[in-house]
């Protein structure tokens, strides 16, 4: 199983952004699948996550409000959804997920990046005016 994001593009402070999250050839209904990001110069951090059950987690304080990530009818894809963007959420946005999560579902407490074996390539969000 592979992933790939797309939907990264230029916005303007405030505006919103969706970002998309898919496994060709596969659904994602069996696996926990989370959003993170990456800075240059920083470590990427897990931003959000929705599990198998479609739980959801948020990691990140500074998105609580203006994020939100669900599946589609036929769980083929996984969308993250910001509002009320701001210059700060400029990043490098990645989808991972991992096999642990077909036997042993659940947004993890802390998102480590090393437990994450499966990653799509990054799509680029930059908010600016």
């Known amino acids: 199983l592979q992933v790939t994001e797309s939907g990264g593009d230029f916005v303007q402070p405030g505006g919103s952004l969706r970002l998309s999250c898919a496994a060709p050839?596969?659904?994602?209904?069996?696996?926990?699948v989370l959003w993170f990001r990456e800075v240059p110069g920083k470590e990427r951090e897990g931003v959000i996550c929705?599990?198998?059950?479609?739980?959801?987690?948020v990691y990140l304080d500074s998105v609580k409000g203006r994020i939100s990530v669900s599946r589609d009818n036929a769980r083929t894809t996984v969308s993250l959804q910001m509002d009320g963007v701001r210059p700060e959420d400029t990043a490098m946005y990645y989808c991972a997920t991992n096999v642990r999560s077909s036997w042993n579902p659940g947004c993890p407490a802390i998102p480590y990046v090393a437990d994450f074996d499966t990653w799509g390539q990054g799509t680029q969000v930059t908010v600016s005016s």
């Open positions: 050839g596969f659904t994602l209904d069996r696996r926990d």
């Open positions: 929705l599990s198998v059950a479609d739980r959801v987690a």
